[in-house]
């Protein structure tokens, strides 16, 4: 067995001896310490069973996959197997659509449709989506008011993002014939994407998560292309990865932060291979000057999209969910040892009310009451009074981020599905579906075309049955996508010969401001979902030589 799956088996089952450890805690130091054996029986059981999951895995892929993976520009995909393709993961999703017609209200959708509604515009929420959710709902309304046809506009928007997302799923079958790989594997991410049912429950609600793993996907396609790729082709290829990587920063500041991630990397990877190689530091040249033209030409998109609205900037907060949770839960386990002076400085940042309303698993709570003026006007301060914080108690600083993204490597956590419990409608559950705007008063009415397809899609989405059976319980875990994500974008980083280090670490770079966002949602890790059976077949495709097949080196 290879050191990496022995190194890797050992560091799930860590994680998760650690999360039951955490839970443990909750109840106090008495059951922490008398767990502590079952603890560590556990720790070795997830080892083996992970050590056993990658066994199969690399098997598997030795029969199915092939041993060298080439890329293949001529084995194209025909038009209407194309289009069948995507009619079948379109069709699969309408009996979801009928059954939360017109859409599931959740989310972001309702304050980004208040804002569209009053022009009250900031930029915490992607302006593009806002004016596009905007566009349909006055579509509707049009309808409504001209013609008296009462239409619900998300029942529009609903209808081009599964159009849309059922595309860009599609393309990524399109790249998986253009490796050559059998058809079973072909047929089995059909099946991923058209009955798995957070795809479709994702397809037809009006949060911008499902636009930007659309666009997500089709740039890592895009970047895995441009490194195979070689001759007339690459023009093309630039400019589609142009427009992908471009509608991936509209549409989430994610993408924004991973661009720029890799526009570093990319410099410092041309300056090693000019040394080296000079036609491979021209790609990585080229691949930078893309990466960086794309990044500017947000900047002013965004700036044009802020003065057409007149959206104010948004709030410092949604950068600081981690440090604003560390320095809330010392207040609450230590606000009796805490100094004057040091209570004083901090409530400066975060008033004693947002700290009372500190909860492990979110930060909103907490950034709801965050003084953005203040840290605006003294962003120095805040890094004392955290630092001066962190050196008192480490303890709670390493407590509260565990706690905060437990959901990204407990196995077995349910944090996702409780994140909003005793405080937003008090509402639980593996997904929001059930919530309706205020702001639109009767216009909007749900309606339930399909009751027990809509029966079948709530008990998952809120009665989480799923989480009765640990094999279940564990594929539609979040930690279980963060894991297979982070597994195979390191095996791909740390190969050799290849170059799909790039689109890997682009993954691995959204992977960190997941982890560092404000909570663990399955709307958020659902790009991961989306690039599993990709990801998976680069991984376990032979050695990916990718450097012979686009370089002939």
């Known amino acids: 067995m290879k050191k990496s799956v022995v190194w890797a088996s050992l560091l799930v089952g860590a994680c998760q001896a650690l999360g039951f450890a955490m839970e443990k805690l909750e109840q106090g130091k008495g059951a922490l310490f008398a767990s502590l054996p079952l603890c560590a029986a556990m720790g070795v059981l997830w080892a083996a069973g992970t050590a056993l999951f990658f066994a199969c895995a690399r098997l598997a892929g030795r029969r199915l996959l092939p041993n060298v993976l080439s890329y293949d520009p001529q084995n194209t995909l025909s038009k209407g197997r194309f289009a069948a393709v995507w009619a079948v993961l379109f069709v699969s999703w309408v009996p979801c659509w009928l059954a939360y017609f017109p859409a599931i209200y959740s989310y972001d959708g309702e304050p980004q449709l208040i804002q569209y509604t009053t022009g009250a515009f ?9 004016l596009f959710l905007g566009a349909c709902y006055d579509l509707g309304r049009f309808l409504q008011d001209r013609w008296g046809v009462f239409l619900d ?4 928007y609903a209808l081009v993002q599964m159009l849309f997302l059922s595309f860009s799923f599609t393309c990524g079958i399109s790249f998986l014939f253009h490796c050559k790989v059998r058809k079973g594997i072909l047929a089995a991410a059909v099946c ?4 798995f049912p957070v795809h479709p429950l994702m397809a037809v609600t ?7 793993s659309a666009f997500f996907l089709l740039t890592f396609l895009g970047l895995s292309r441009l490194v195979l790729l070689k001759g007339p082709g690459r023009f093309r290829e630039r400019v589609l990865l142009f427009l992908f990587a471009l509608g991936m920063m509209l549409l989430r500041k994610n993408g924004v932060y991973l661009a720029a991630g890799t526009c570093l990397v990319l410099v410092f990877a041309w300056g090693i291979a000019r040394l080296k190689k000079r036609e491979i530091a ?6 930078f000057a893309g990466t960086a033209l794309c990044v500017m030409t947000f900047v002013f998109c965004d700036a044009g999209l802020m003065a057409a609205t007149g959206a104010r900037q948004g709030e410092a907060a949604e950068a600081l969910s981690i440090p604003i949770q560390q320095m809330a839960r010392t207040f609450k386990s230590n606000q009796n040892s805490l100094t004057a002076k040091e209570l004083e400085s901090l409530v400066r940042y975060i008033p004693q009310k947002g700290l009372e309303n500190y909860r492990p698993s979110i930060s909103d709570g907490v950034k709801l009451y965050f003084n953005n003026e203040e840290f605006a006007r003294d962003p120095a ?3 004392r009074i955290w630092l001066s914080l962190l050196v008192k108690y480490p303890g709670s600083y390493g407590t509260a981020f565990l706690y905060h993204t437990m959901g990204s490597w407990y196995l077995t956590d349910t944090s996702h599905c409780m ?12 997904f929001i579906t059930d919530a309706v705007p205020v702001f639109a008063g009767d216009f909007v009415r749900k ?4 009751p027990r397809v809509r029966d079948f899609y709530e008990a998952i989405a809120t009665d989480c049955i799923h989480q009765r059976f640990l094999p279940l319980r564990i594929l539609f875990s979040p930690a279980f996508f963060c894991f297979c994500t982070a597994f195979c974008c390191l095996g791909l980083c740390l190969r050799r010969h290849s170059l799909y280090w790039i689109p890997a670490l682009a993954v691995l770079l959204y992977l960190a401001t997941v982890v560092a966002g404000p909570c663990i949602l399955v709307r958020y890790i659902y790009p991961f979902m989306a690039l599993l059976p990709f990801l998976a077949v680069l991984t376990l495709s032979g050695q990916n030589r990718v450097l012979e097949t686009a370089f002939g080196s």
Not at 153 to 156: D, L
Not at 192 to 195: G, I
Not at 447 to 450: I, M, S
């Open 153 to 156: 506009g998300m029942a529009f």
């Open 206 to 212: 009006t949060t911008k998560d499902t636009f930007f």
């Open 447 to 450: 309606e339930n075309l399909c």
């Open 192 to 195: 991923w994407f058209a009955l």
């Open 282 to 287: 021209r790609f990585f040249g080229g691949l």
């Open 419 to 430: 994140v909003y419990k005793d405080w937003w409608r008090d509402r639980t559950g593996y």
């Open 381 to 383: 301060g805040f890094v």
């Open 122 to 130: 900031d930029n915490h929420h992607p302006l593009l989506h806002t």
